[in-house]
Each structure stands twice: as C-alpha cells, then as structure tokens.
C-alpha cells in the first residue's frame, strides 16, 4: 500500500462535519500526513429546472462563495492548533464550486490524495434521490482508497 502523505476531507460546516474533521485529523496525524479540509458550493445550474431565483443568480453565486470563503476559513482555524498537536503535518483549507463529487475527486487527483475520508451522510430526502449519494460515487470513482463514517452510530467513538 501507498504511504499516507496527503488526507482529504469534505466539510459541510454541521456538527456532523466537525466530527468528521476530527477523525480525519486524528488519522492525518497518525501517518504525519497534510489534511485538506475542502467545501463544494452546489452549482445552480443543478437546480435551474426546479426555481426561479428571486434575484440576480451571478450576485447569488458570488456571494455564496464568499460566505463559503468566510466559514471556511473559521472552520478550519478552529482546527490549526488541534491539528498541529494532533502530528498533522499541514492543515489546508479550500472552497471549490461544481458538482460535489466530482469537484472532490479532481482535487484528491490535483493534489495526489492518498486517503479521503467523509461522512456517509449528507443529503437528505428529495435532494439526495435528485443528486444521489456523494459518498457512494466518491467512494466508487476515486484515486485513493476512501474512508467513510457514519456520524448517526449510537456507538461511534464508545470504546467496547
């Protein structure tokens, strides 16, 4: 097996996410490796079937990306001294626009991910039946081998 020296880690800024960022961070820091955290705006285009928006779509995307920007960054500064004491070797953070898998997947393939690790859960009902399942296609097309969790186990973190 390939050494772990790069981690991705997709957010969503819920507390489910930072449960996530968590694990991953504790396993980046076992191998000593860098931990990406990374966010997808969703592009409208996705939805354009579904709503008219009530405003100016380009001003809409614009600043959704510098809200995403903005959370991002206080997302992952909450983690850089955690990170550090954890023995991650770096902590990056990084917004990206598209479709949400496949933004993840181009990015574990630009920076040569050896390990993504993500939620099994984050679209719920009609969007997820619209969209399907991140995880799953993650999970079934990506360059590294991927690890999920399930943040809703009554039992995760309990030790037996």
Known sequence: MQEVKTVITPVDFSD????????????AGKFGAELHLVFVVQNFE????????????????????????????????????????????ALHSKVLTGDVSEELLQYAQDVRSNLIIMGTHGYKGLERIMFG?????????????????????????EKA
Do not use: H
């Open 133 to 157: 399942s991140v995880a799953d296609k993650v999970v079934k097309t990506a360059c590294c081998p991927v690890m999920t969790i399930n943040p809703y186990r009554k039992d995760y973190g």
């Open 16 to 27: 489910n996410a930072k449960m996530i960022a968590e694990s991953a961070m504790y396993m």
């Open 46 to 89: 996705d939805y354009s079937g579904f709503f008219v928006p009530p405003v100016n779509l380009p001003n809409l995307e614009k600043e959704l990306l510098e809200s995403a920007q903005q959370k991002m960054e206080e997302f992952a500064e909450e983690y850089r001294e955690k990170a550090v004491a954890a023995g991650v070797k």
